[in-house]
């Protein structure tokens, strides 16, 4: 069959600079938050966006977007609803991965390691952190169950704003964050002729971490 879509004869060159052990810091956390900040102060688009892949019961990935909102030497932190097919998932598994790809330099960050949540304190100081519609589209919806249509999603938005006409809506019990622990870092570099640089950190080794180079 004919295919309808074919780019396997475009192509465009990758122009990083290099990526070699010496340039890295020894910290993967810390080299992190290097290339973080310059994606940052670049001005791209949602520079904190990331994938976030999780896997069901059955094995089955999935994978979604979502927005990293701090993180430490303990780990990556992003907030939503526990009962969402992502939080359904991490109960049943509780592992997950992140890729950054800052597409402006070229550049993608792959994390993996356990998950955990985040205590009711931190998710209730973060929920009332944001702005108050944000607040209760969140306490609204029940994300990732079906809906009839757009109609009863905004209903029940407008019922719960009637509830609480001078304020914003409490966190809900099962909305909250979650933190992930790293276990391995891979920092990868698009570089001329598709030989790109691509050096992993895992965890263990007397500095706390080994670093090793994979081909591209």
Avoid at 12 to 26: D, F, I, K
Avoid at 55 to 68: E, N
Wanted: aromatic share 10%.
């Amino acid at each position: 069959m004919e295919a309808e879509f074919d780019q396997r004869s475009q192509r465009r060159e990758y122009q990083g600079a290099a990526l070699n052990r010496t340039s890295l810091a020894a910290d993967p956390v810390a080299q992190f938050a290097l290339w973080l900040d310059a994606a940052v102060a670049s001005g791209i688009k949602d520079p904190t966006a990331m994938a976030l892949a999780t896997t069901g019961p059955a094995g089955m990935p999935s994978v979604r977007s979502v927005l990293l909102k701090h993180f430490d030497a303990g780990g990556f932190c992003w907030y939503t609803d526990y009962r969402s097919r992502k939080g359904l998932e991490l109960a049943a598994n509780p592992h997950a991965a992140l890729l950054f790809h800052w597409r402006e330099w070229d550049r993608q960050v792959r994390i993996s390691g356990p998950v955990e949540r985040l205590s009711a304190a931190q998710s209730e100081a973060y929920f009332q952190s944001r702005p108050v519609d944000a607040r209760f589209a969140a306490a609204a919806s029940l994300q990732s169950a079906p809906v009839a249509d757009r109609k009863t999603l905004e209903k029940a938005l407008q019922a719960l704003r009637r509830r609480h006409p001078n304020d914003g809506p409490p966190r809900p019990s099962e909305w909250g964050g979650y933190r992930l622990h790293p276990v391995e870092f891979e920092f990868w570099q698009g570089r001329e002729g598709r030989l790109h640089d691509r050096l992993v950190f895992q965890k263990g080794g007397p500095s706390g971490w080994r670093v090793s180079r994979l081909q591209p």
